[in-house]
């Protein structure tokens, strides 16, 4: 049992060590690593224990940064005002560093368009709600320039306009540059004494600069809406008559680019009618009227109306034809 | 009181800490009156053009290290007596915040071995780990946090020993 305790021990710090290596920054900057030998021999039949001088090195610092895309492609509208990209600076160095940050739309490659950067362009995300919004604080550079501990991120939002008129479709990118203030430069370039507690400070592989780039696309989505109805009076005509129902047809249909995302029809039942149970169809299928599993429910309070979730809607999704009926008081 | 009084004042402090420090000097020079002075140096590898113009590796100071970087350990005991010494042990714990480096411990005319824990001591092949899934693993070398050096046979008068290892900076 004490072996078995033993050994337990020992491959938790294994393992606790060895990803440390891989995907932190490492033995912080400034640290010492001490050293101190020992020795036993025999002299005169005796044993005799000694021990060496300590050796001392000590960890300098490296200036290293990584930023990560967080919006996936974002999509805009043509002219959009204020539109944000949200990215991550890490300092995947092993001491505190605080780091550039610059802005770029112009000259960015392999798009379709520029997009305009505000003024400012870039925000750190303050309230963490990943878009900008009031408590957010504008990036000063030199004034607050972020100043992160080993392995400590931060997240900006970099805000453009998009010009009016672009076509429905084109991509625009826009970059954030991260670098290290103490200095950049092909790996393995020292700065003397410029790391955490005066060490000296290194360039790692990513030469203490790192750039990322988001996309803007712009979509123009179009859903038209055609509601329809036909009337069957009681006497075998169409006459809006009292006891006449009326059966309403609406068609929604999506054009353009993009996805009109969590579609959601909603239409109230007219005044002086009444809506016929389990009418409801959407796609020549009947919807049952309880709120539940299918897409479709007849709602009573605060005032009567049909529903219909009609998900992500697409060009491609083709027409959604919404039926009720009602009849008429 | 003046300026005087103070300069003297400050003149005696000095000697009472003068006298302190020469015995500590003297005290760690002769160990316990040992036969055995041992020294540990840190150095890194060095690749150089030599005189006949190829690349060749050498040991020098570290300059700069930073995570990933390997150290070389070296360590020397030097027989300061005069008679021959024997059952000579060296032994040093993988400092903190490094790993051992697998197959990089050697020393000429020892044996090497190594322990996890700092009490059973064995060579690669006989320590072992166990996982988190409760498996019995052969160690792998960064589990090695001590090694130890054991010299076969006498340490002759005057003569060195040396033995070293690689860590990495983790």
Same mark, same amino acid.
């Given at each position: 049992?004490?072996?078995?305790?033993?050994?337990?021990?020992?491959?938790?710090?294994?393992?606790?060590?060895?990803?440390?290596?891989?995907?932190?920054?490492?033995?912080?900057?400034?640290?010492?690593?001490?050293?101190?030998?020992? /020795?036993?021999?025999?002299?005169?039949?005796? &044993?005799?224990? #000694?021990?060496?001088?300590?050796?001392?090195?000590?960890?300098?610092?490296?200036?290293?940064?990584?930023?990560?895309?967080?919006?996936? /492609?974002?999509?805009?509208?043509?002219?959009?005002? &204020?539109?944000?990209?949200?990215?991550?600076?890490? &300092?995947?160095?092993?001491?505190?560093?605080?780091?550039?940050?610059?802005?770029?739309?112009?000259?960015?490659?392999?798009?379709?368009?520029?997009?305009?950067?505000?003024?400012?362009?870039?925000?750190?995300?303050?309230?963490?709600?990943?878009?900008?919004?009031?408590?957010?604080? #504008?990036?000063?550079?030199?004034?607050?320039?972020?100043?992160?501990?080993?392995?400590?991120? /931060?997240?900006?939002?970099?805000?453009?306009?998009?010009?009016?008129?672009?076509?429905?479709?084109?991509?625009?990118?826009?970059?954030?540059?991260?670098?290290?203030?103490?200095?950049?430069?092909?790996?393995?370039?020292?700065?003397?004494?410029?790391?955490?507690?005066?060490?000296?400070?290194?360039?790692?592989?990513?030469?203490?600069?790192?750039?990322?780039?988001?996309?803007?696309? /712009?979509?123009?989505?179009?859903?038209?809406?055609?509601?329809?109805?036909?009337?069957?009076?009681?006497?075998? +005509?169409?006459?809006?008559?009292?006891?006449?129902?009326?059966?309403?047809?609406?068609?929604?249909?999506?054009? +353009?680019?993009?996805?009109?995302?969590?579609?959601?029809?909603?239409?109230?039942?007219?005044? &002086?009618?009444?809506?016929?149970?389990?009418?409801?169809?959407?796609?020549?299928? #009947?919807?049952?009227?309880?709120?539940?599993?299918?897409?479709?429910?007849?709602?009573?309070?605060?005032?009567?109306?049909?529903?219909?979730?009609?998900?992500?809607?697409?060009?491609?999704?083709?027409?959604?034809?919404?039926?009720?009926?009602?009849?008429?008081? | 009181?003046?300026?005087?009084?103070?300069?003297?004042?400050?003149?005696?402090?000095?000697?009472?800490?003068?006298?302190?420090?020469?015995?500590?000097?003297?005290? %760690?020079?002769?160990?316990?009156?040992?036969?055995?002075?041992?020294?540990?140096? %840190?150095?890194?590898?060095?690749?150089?053009?030599?005189?006949?113009?190829?690349? %060749?590796?050498?040991?020098?100071?570290?300059?700069?290290?930073?995570?990933?970087?390997?150290?070389?350990?070296?360590?020397?005991?030097?027989?300061?007596?005069?008679?021959?010494?024997?059952?000579?042990?060296?032994?040093?714990?993988?400092?903190?915040?490094?790993?051992?480096?697998?197959?990089?411990?050697?020393?000429?005319?020892?044996?090497?071995?190594?322990?996890?824990?700092?009490?059973?001591?064995?060579?690669?092949?006989?320590?072992?780990?166990?996982?988190?899934?409760?498996?019995?693993?052969? %160690?792998?070398?960064?589990?090695?946090?001590?090694?130890?050096?054991?010299?076969?046979?006498?340490?002759?008068?005057?003569?060195?020993?040396?033995?070293?290892?690689?860590?990495?900076?983790?």
């Amino acid at each position: 049992m004490r072996l078995c305790r033993r050994y337990w021990l020992v491959p938790c710090l294994a393992l606790a060590c060895l990803p440390m290596a891989v995907h932190a920054a490492g033995t912080a900057a400034g640290t010492s690593i001490s050293n101190t030998a020992s /020795v036993s021999y025999s002299r005169d039949g005796s &044993n005799v224990t #000694a021990t060496s001088n300590t050796d001392v090195v000590r960890v300098a610092e490296i200036l290293d940064v990584v930023v990560t895309r967080v919006s996936p /492609v974002v999509t805009v509208d043509a002219g959009a005002a &204020n539109a944000e990209l949200v990215f991550t600076v890490t &300092n995947t160095g092993n001491g505190s560093e605080a780091f550039l940050l610059l802005p770029q739309s112009a000259g960015v490659t392999d798009d379709d368009y520029d997009p305009q950067l505000a003024s400012p362009a870039l925000y750190f995300d303050t309230d963490g709600s990943g878009d900008l919004s009031g408590g957010d604080v #504008a990036y000063v550079p030199g004034s607050n320039d972020p100043v992160l501990a080993a392995d400590a991120s /931060v997240r900006v939002l970099l805000v453009n306009d998009i010009p009016a008129g672009t076509a429905d479709g084109a991509l625009g990118r826009s970059q954030v540059t991260a670098s290290a203030r103490t200095g950049t430069g092909a790996a393995g370039t020292t700065y003397a004494g410029a790391g955490d507690a005066g060490v000296d400070a290194v360039t790692g592989t990513t030469e203490a600069d790192a750039a990322e780039y988001g996309e803007y696309q /712009v979509q123009s989505l179009q859903m038209a809406v055609v509601k329809s109805q036909t009337i069957a009076d009681p006497f075998g +005509g169409s006459q809006p008559v009292p006891g006449a129902r009326i059966l309403y047809r609406i068609v929604v249909t999506v054009t +353009g680019s993009g996805a009109a995302a969590a579609a959601l029809f909603d239409d109230p039942i007219p005044a &002086n009618t009444t809506y016929i149970a389990s009418s409801l169809a959407l796609n020549g299928s #009947a919807l049952s009227d309880a709120a539940d599993a299918d897409a479709g429910a007849y709602v009573v309070a605060p005032s009567p109306r049909v529903r219909a979730t009609l998900g992500d809607l697409t060009q491609g999704s083709g027409p959604q034809t919404i039926e009720f009926a009602v009849t008429i008081n | 009181m003046n300026d005087q009084h103070f300069r003297r004042r400050a003149g005696r402090g000095l000697c009472y800490l003068a006298v302190p420090l020469l015995l500590f000097a003297v005290a %760690a020079s002769a160990e316990d009156g040992g036969c055995i002075e041992l020294t540990t140096t %840190a150095s890194v590898e060095q690749k150089f053009r030599n005189s006949q113009g190829r690349v %060749a590796t050498r040991l020098v100071p570290p300059g700069k290290v930073v995570p990933g970087d390997e150290i070389v350990w070296t360590i020397t005991a030097k027989n300061v007596c005069q008679m021959a010494l024997d059952k000579i042990v060296i032994g040093n714990p993988v400092p903190q915040h490094m790993a051992f480096v697998g197959n990089s411990a050697d020393g000429q005319g020892t044996v090497v071995t190594y322990s996890i824990d700092g009490q059973a001591y064995g060579t690669p092949s006989t320590l072992t780990v166990k996982t988190e899934d409760g498996t019995v693993q052969p %160690a792998p070398p960064e589990a090695f946090r001590h090694v130890r050096w054991t010299y076969q046979g006498a340490l002759a008068p005057g003569a060195l020993a040396s033995v070293r290892y690689r860590a990495t900076v983790i």
